[in-house]
């Protein structure tokens, strides 16, 4: 499982010039994420059926997860999307550990004719789906915040932007060119402004 999947996780919230947007707003925002990272959540989209009660559920996980990010990354900054509305640190802990343990996993071997064997991991017990999507989650945010690139881990401090990413090399300062770019024409516009 890839600790980057909590990261595309809490990306669900993002900004745009009216302010932030969020890509699980409704059951077919959930349903559509869902089928865009099927494979790295191990479900079948066909078979899936989101619910607006699995959906506040998930929403209420993304929340917690933020709240651990915003922890990580300070004392710089949170993200500006939802910092005044994240819950508090010690219930998000609880409810993200709460969420990976009741889904326990276990390896599986697959070898199919003619290829290479590769592992997966399955649920060990049988589970619904919206307890093994939220687990999935909260299984990789703790991936991510318990191993190497949690040091790594920022808040992109660009006009505007609510995400977080992980720093791939030490100059990186903003998530991607385009936010870098707003953040220098930002500077450039207050350095005249006030010149």
């Known amino acids: 499982m890839s ?4 990261l ?3 990306s669900t919230i993002r900004a745009n010039r009216s302010g932030p947007v969020d890509a699980l707003e409704d059951v077919g925002g959930l349903t559509a994420w869902v089928g865009d990272h099927a494979p790295e959540l191990g479900i079948d989209p066909a078979a899936f059926v989101v619910t607006a009660e699995m959906r506040e559920e998930v ?5 917690a997860i933020r709240a651990l990010f915003a ?3 300070s004392p710089g900054p949170a993200s500006a999307a939802d910092a005044a509305r994240l819950p ?13 343990a009741a889904v326990p996993v276990a390896p599986r071997l697959e070898w199919p004719q003619d290829e290479a064997p590769h592992a997966r991991t399955l649920p060990a017990l049988a589970a619904g789906d919206s307890a093994r999507l939220r687990a999935t989650l909260a299984s990789a945010a703790v991936d991510l915040l318990g191993g190497p690139h949690r040091e790594q881990l920022r808040a992109c401090p660009a006009p505007r932007c609510v995400l977080y990413f992980v720093r791939e090399h030490p100059r990186q300062e903003w998530c991607s060119v385009a936010c870098g770019n707003r953040a220098r024409a930002a500077r450039h516009y207050r350095q005249h402004k006030n010149a």
């Open 88 to 100: 508090a640190f010690e219930p998000s802990l609880d409810l993200v550990n709460a969420t990976a």
């Open 8 to 10: 595309e996780f809490v």
């Open 71 to 73: 922890r990580a990354v």
């Open 59 to 63: 929403v209420a996980l993304r929340q």
């Open 3 to 6: 600790s980057l999947l909590a």
